[in-house]
């Protein structure tokens, strides 16, 4: 390596360093952040020594062509997910940014470089014959008697029947279901309240399981006599129990990895849309602040759209 090319590697990583010492102890970045930018700069600079071939580079001399392809390579070579990407050009803005005020650059190369669009992957949901096999396992349980099983039954038709989040539906009280009119009252994210109807299925199920939640309130020493969904002490249920009570059908059921309580919430959209809904009913239905988040929904029923086309269709 030549004096020049050597001057050059010291003065590039003293203003790292610099950088480094300037998020830790002036910005109070946390521990975790201060090594991840560490690493993505670390890498950024490596790359940057066999991009320009030669060590006599500096970082003011870095420009956005440079930049986008170390994204590039990024993608490519390393096959990181956009949202990767995406955090490790964050780094080094901030270090660009850092330099400008500095005034050791002129300008910050990253800014002029767009940020990837972050990948929306299609939600994980059920095919009709898996929520069929779902309610038959969780009647026959129901039938057979018992204060718990006839609770699973309820929890999961309640969830599909009105596409609920896990959180809404451990939260319901008492006074939030209305089984003659036939919808709840849902206080959403934002604390954002909607009426959403429910179906007659769903609506049977809490019948039965109302008479066995009766006794189980009667019998116990401090229920929480509001809560809908209560476990054997009368107390409300936590999320996790609610998430298991869920995961348990869906793993003997479906068998697939992945799939959870939202699931439900998912499968819910995905079927209403396949049938014929219209968009901004469900997204009012779901509780979505924007219609681009219900949106998803039309991809996965496009995508299984295509899909059943090129099974059936001979020329496809």
């Known amino acids: 390596m030549t004096d020049a090319g050597a001057a050059a ?33 670390r890498e950024f600079h490596e790359f940057l020594d066999r991009y320009y071939g030669a060590p006599e580079w500096s970082w003011g001399g870095v420009d956005r062509l440079a930049i986008r392809a170390w994204m590039g390579d990024c ?42 669009k972050r990948q ?24 057979a008697g018992g204060f718990r099983a006839q609770r699973n039954l309820a929890i999961v038709e309640l969830f599909y029947s009105a ?27 934002g604390r954002k309240e909607r009426i959403v109807p429910i179906g007659g299925m769903a609506v049977r199920a809490l019948r039965t399981y109302y008479d066995s939640r009766a006794r189980i309130i009667a019998q116990a020493s401090r229920p929480d006599a509001r809560a809908v969904f209560v476990g054997q002490t009368g107390r409300r249920l936590g999320v996790r129990q609610v998430q298991n009570v869920v995961t348990d059908f869906l793993r003997e059921v479906a068998g697939e990895a992945g799939l959870s309580t939202h699931s439900l919430r998912h499968t819910f959209a995905t079927h209403m849309l396949d049938a014929g ?39 496809a």
């Open 9 to 41: 590697e010291v003065q590039r990583g003293g203003e790292l360093d610099e950088f480094m010492r300037y998020v830790a102890h002036e910005r109070q970045l946390s521990p975790q952040t201060v090594r991840a930018y560490a690493d993505d700069l």
């Open 75 to 116: 993608a490519t070579r390393r096959g990181l997910a956009r949202t990767s990407i995406a955090r490790k050009l964050s780094a080094v803005r901030s270090f660009y940014r850092f330099l400008h005020v500095e005034e050791r650059v002129q300008a910050n190369p990253a800014r002029a470089v767009r940020t990837p």
């Open 120 to 143: 929306r992957t299609l939600p994980g949901f059920l095919t009709r014959e898996q929520m069929d096999a779902v309610f038959e396992t969780a009647m026959m349980r129901a039938q």
């Open 163 to 189: 596409g609920l989040r896990v959180s809404e539906l451990q939260g319901l009280g008492m006074d939030s279901i209305d089984l003659v009119s036939e919808r709840l009252r849902v206080l959403g994210k």
């Open 277 to 315: 809904a219209d968009l901004l009913a469900v997204k009012e239905l779901l509780g979505h602040a924007s219609l681009s988040t219900t949106q998803i929904y039309t991809h996965t029923s496009k995508e299984r759209l295509k899909r059943v086309y090129r099974q059936a269709h001979p020329r």
